[in-house]
């Protein structure tokens, strides 16, 4: 079966960095546009960025633009997310995604077909 295991998530301190891993099994990898979302307490499930299949294209959230960099490695079936200078209002719980749908930058949970379990990231002020 499909399985997304997040890692890296952690404690940090504003104006720090995390790099967070997304390790993918059971799916045809490089066929999948891979996601990553957030989600705070008391909050919906927000999107932060997505890959295309090739690497090429990528989709950001204005929220993280020019601090969060996407990049995925189809030899590894693995998917990175690189935080710079987090903030505060980062804090939340990040998910690994995929979707082996048509991809044009949707950003709702909905068009991502599988999920990870999830890694927490606290950033404290």
């Known amino acids: 079966q499909v399985q997304l295991v997040e890692s890296g998530g952690g404690l940090v301190q504003a104006g720090g960095s995390l790099r967070l891993s997304c390790a993918a099994s059971?799916?045809?990898?490089?066929?999948?546009?891979m996601g990553w979302f957030r989600q705070a307490p008391g909050k919906e499930r927000e999107f932060v960025l997505a890959i295309s299949r090739n690497g090429i294209n990528t989709y950001y959230a204005d929220s993280v633009k020019g601090r969060f960099t996407i990049s995925r490695d189809n030899a590894k079936n693995t998917v990175y997310l690189q935080m710079n200078n987090l903030r505060p209002e980062d804090t939340a719980v990040y998910y690994c995604s995929a979707t082996s749908r048509y991809y044009v930058g949707s950003r709702y949970p909905k068009d991502f077909d599988y999920w990870g379990r999830g890694t927490q990231v606290t950033v404290s002020s």
């Open positions: 059971g799916l045809s990898f490089s066929s999948y546009t």
